[in-house]
């Protein structure tokens, strides 16, 4: 939305500054009104954590313990 007028803006190009943050240029949809500007686009915060990270996660603990705990784990794995 243009914040000049309201009307309906559109992005025309962006840049990403970072994974977490980009610059959007846009212009506003009303030729009476013209306006163009920046908005920033940021990451706020994770509502649920990434199967990816997880599955990360879970390699990383397995790949720490030792050989009689892995044992363990598998059998207790298999119970399920």
Known sequence: MCPDCGSKARIGKSNRL????ADLYCS????????TFVANLSFS????PSSRTSSALVTE????MN??????????LALL
């Open 28 to 35: 506003c949809t009303d030729p009476e009104c013209g306006h």
């Open 45 to 48: 915060h994770t509502l649920s």
């Open 18 to 21: 970072s994974l977490a943050h």
């Open 67 to 76: 050989p009689l705990q892995r044992k363990q784990l598998q059998q207790e």
């Open 61 to 64: 603990l397995v790949k720490a």
